[in-house]
């Protein structure tokens, strides 16, 4: 059975317009136990389903009275999506998320991924389970940070990050969030299962812990995978091991997110994998002011999960994050137009970040805050209401 189901176009259709654009036309492009694989959470997908309706919850001012042209407080008087992370500068508060496996939708997989990233000056978190080599993908993307999934072995790990330094990446996140996978029903009912042709090749070759021994009885799950998941000892261990900037994927809780900035690590991805690891998860969005709150203004943080809409991306911002991360439309960019269709995605987003950004009266990142809510939640009420107007 081949992986794609139809050939990516070589140009954008004129009625995709919009990443809900993307997703719609996806489902021609690729297999249905694949596309099920794509755009399905876990269990039952509430947490799938929160991650939508709650940015759609969300309510925005439109401000009518503004001179975007001469805000004091934009770069120079001159509006902008600039913003900064770990001393560098974005043009757009967009990253592409890590997504495994690319090659399930288009046989340049990462590597058109790639070209898209670069055209459009975004930053790209490459995957440990990408399939193509991560030195490649660095070297095409020209931006580019390195995405850990823990492995066993020290060593592997060691590996992996001095592969990301050599490549020129330019941040390590480690993933922290999926220790073991989540029950994806929706994947396993249409009978996905990864073809052998798709090869994980960063972790081939590398060093291998020796296997566990399992009683009888003993849960694979809570004594085998659980038991080489990461523990405080190992992150500490990791924060050693690199001079780069070091983020944790997949943080929710802000007990978690001090504790990981107490180790030293310089970031945070606030992340429920899409609604793929465990179901009833809240929405990324909902626990992003806590966590904010926890670690105080000064620390980066990203959010995923969700993001569709310049609006949505806005949003995020104004309730504390630095920048946002897209997953899934990279997949149905790239199943459609290759890296042409991943470049229009975020072509688009930065397009409605603009919009959004004009008629909420904010002429630059900075002037993103509670204030553009008309509905924020309660626990940053009081830090809007000293914001003040804008």
């Given at each position: ?357 004009a008629l909420c009266g904010c002429a630059n990142i ?19 209401h000293h914001l003040g107007d804008m």
């Amino acid at each position: 059975m081949t992986h794609i189901q139809t050939q990516a176009l070589s140009h954008i259709p004129s009625d995709i317009v919009s990443l809900g654009d993307y997703e719609r036309v996806a489902a021609d492009f690729i297999r249905r136990d694949i596309l099920e694989y794509i755009n399905g959470g876990v269990a039952d997908d509430s947490t799938l389903s929160e991650n939508r309706s709650v940015f759609d919850q969300l309510k925005l001012y439109n401000r009518i009275i503004s001179n975007l042209s001469s805000d004091p407080c934009s770069d120079n008087g001159n509006a902008s999506t600039h913003t900064e992370l770990f001393g560098r500068t974005l043009t757009h508060p967009l990253l592409l998320s890590p997504v495994a496996h690319q090659q399930l939708v288009h046989p340049q997989g990462e590597l058109a991924t790639a070209e898209a990233a670069r055209a459009m000056n975004t930053p790209m978190i490459i995957s440990t389970l990408s399939n193509t080599p991560l030195a490649q993908i660095a070297k095409t993307a020209e931006r580019s940070w390195f995405q850990l999934y823990w492995q066993p072995h020290r060593g592997a790990n060691l590996a992996l990050i001095k592969q990301a330094e050599d490549a020129g990446c330019e941040a390590i996140v480690i993933t922290l969030d999926a220790p073991v996978n989540g029950l994806r029903n929706r994947a396993q009912r249409a009978g996905f299962r990864l073809p052998d042709s798709i090869n994980e090749v960063n972790l081939m070759g590398l060093p291998q812990a020796p296997a566990r021994e399992l009683n009888p009885g003993d849960s694979i799950v809570l004594k085998g995978f659980m038991a080489d998941a990461p523990n405080m000892e190992d992150l500490h261990w990791l924060r050693q091991q690199t001079s780069l900037p070091l983020l944790a994927k997949g943080v929710s809780h802000p007990a978690d997110a001090k504790q990981l900035i107490q180790l030293g690590f310089n970031g945070l991805i606030i992340s429920n994998h899409g609604g793929r690891t465990l179901d009833t998860l809240p929405a990324s969005i909902d626990l992003l002011p806590a966590i904010r709150q926890a670690v105080g203004k000064d620390v980066p943080l990203l959010l995923d999960s969700g993001i569709r809409r310049g609006t949505d991306v806005i949003k995020a911002l104004s309730l504390g994050a630095n920048a946002v991360c897209i997953g899934r439309p990279q997949m149905w960019g790239l199943a459609v137009a290759g890296a042409l269709g991943v470049a229009h995605c975020l072509k688009i987003l930065k397009e409605e970040i603009e919009v959004s950004m004009a008629l909420c009266g904010c002429a630059n990142i900075q002037n993103i805050t509670p204030a553009i809510l008309v509905n924020p939640p309660a626990s940053i009420h009081s830090r809007a209401h000293h914001l003040g107007d804008m």
